[in-house]
């Protein structure tokens, strides 16, 4: 930075800093378009021509997969309407099968097969005997009652062992 002194002795600033600056003009390049040669033209319209056909492919390829969709859409629904129907008869089948299960388990029908078929008899009041538990339960063993030997135990299982196998 440069510092001027006025005639006077006196710091003074340097206003010319401050004026308008000339501008330079810059020469702008022209373009300069040349006619474009046939092969640039033909490789153009290639170019338009794969992108066309590209697009058409990519819309067909959408038609032909929604197509698809709704063909399996509606296959689907008639099986779940198929399905519907056979779970409503199966449903009502049940039901018939329930009351019928319930007609033939009925008490009454019971009480009627017993007495009827198998020639019972209702309770009568004389046939009801009450035990009564309070006192606790007793063994008493008499000296009638016979005294098994060891033998004679073993021989009991044994017995008893073949009953349960012949049973089963």
Excluded at 97 to 115: C, F, G, H
């Amino acid at each position: 930075m440069q510092t001027r002194y006025a005639g006077n002795g006196s710091v003074a600033y340097d206003l010319d800093r401050f004026q308008p600056k000339p501008r330079m003009r810059v020469k702008r390049p022209t373009l300069v378009v040349a006619n474009p040669g046939v092969k640039a033209r033909a490789r153009r319209r290639t170019a338009t021509v794969l992108g066309i056909v590209a697009a058409a492919a990519v819309v067909v390829g959408i038609v032909v997969t929604m197509l698809y969709s709704r063909a399996v859409l509606t296959e689907l629904s008639q099986q779940i309407a198929s399905q519907t129907a056979k779970l409503e008869k199966e449903q009502s089948e049940f039901t018939r099968l329930s009351a019928e299960l319930d007609a033939k388990i009925s008490l009454r029908n019971v009480e009627d097969y017993a007495t009827q078929t198998l020639g019972m008899l209702p309770i009568d009041k004389s046939q009801v005997t009450y035990v009564d538990l309070s006192e606790g339960e007793k063994i008493e063993l008499t000296s009638e009652s016979p005294k098994q030997s060891l033998f004679d135990k073993v021989e009991l299982a044994i017995i008893n062992v073949k009953e349960r196998l012949g049973e089963d």
